[in-house]
């Protein structure tokens, strides 16, 4: 059964400062134990809404909620300005991501630009929701090309994989994805077949577009930039 794709604005207020300090994704799985798709996941979740990797990594670690999961707290707690770890324990007493974001007045235009009535979206929309959003921002790739590896089965770590490969080496990434079903699904190798540092990351710079700039000075945040759809 195919599932609507929501096109999400993420209204996020973004931090000059807030990732002065670089990491490297080897560093963060070494540091932390997390897997090296949580890691890439955390730093991308970090670089893209201007917020400290370490606080999500923490709260990761402290509450057992895997990094993708925990994408839309995240979101919630930079807009509501909430501590993210009371954001998860909310979640912990049966309350939905929406529910919650509802709860602490997150406009809906925060997570969607039809602004559906956040109380009324699953958990797993509104994680598909950030993570197409991030992605996207990410790497340049279009929401519906990044939802269609979903589709085909990819989880969101294996997409993560599948983009850096695509974009480090300028390679399409249905190319990318031929030669990992090839050799058995194994991102090293096709890493090493690529000639991609399993650190790399692209540059990522965050712009305004006019709604946010028009909603900022009324207390509503700025949003991730233009996406591409």
Do not use: C
Not at 121 to 130: M, Y
């Amino acid at each position: 059964m195919k599932r609507a794709i929501w096109a999400f604005g993420l209204a996020v207020v973004l931090s000059a400062n807030a990732f002065a300090q670089e990491f490297s994704i080897t560093a963060v799985v070494r540091k932390s134990g997390l897997s090296w798709e949580e890691a890439a996941a955390a730093l991308l979740l970090a670089k893209v809404l201007g917020i400290d990797m370490t606080m999500i990594v923490t709260t990761r670690k402290e509450t057992s909620t895997p990094i993708f999961v925990l994408a839309p707290a995240v979101v919630i707690a930079k807009v509501s300005k909430k501590d993210l770890r009371e954001i998860v324990k909310m979640r912990g007493k049966g309350h939905g991501w929406g529910v919650i974001a509802h709860r602490l007045g997150v406009h809906p235009g925060a997570f969607n630009q039809q602004r559906v009535i956040l109380s009324k979206l699953s958990d797993e929309d509104l994680v598909a929701s950030v993570w197409l959003s991030v992605l996207s921002q990410a790497f340049g790739i279009p929401t519906g090309q990044i939802a269609k590896f979903r589709q085909e089965g990819l989880e969101w770590g294996d997409v993560i994989a599948l983009l850096q490969v695509s974009a480090a080496s300028k390679t399409d990434p249905e190319k990318v994805l031929a030669r990992w079903r090839e050799m058995g699904r194994d991102w090293s190798r096709v890493r090493a077949h690529f000639g991609v540092s399993p650190d790399w990351l692209p540059q990522i710079e965050v712009r305004e577009s006019k709604q946010e700039r028009a909603t900022s000075p009324k207390g509503r945040g700025k949003g991730l930039g233009k996406q591409k759809h």
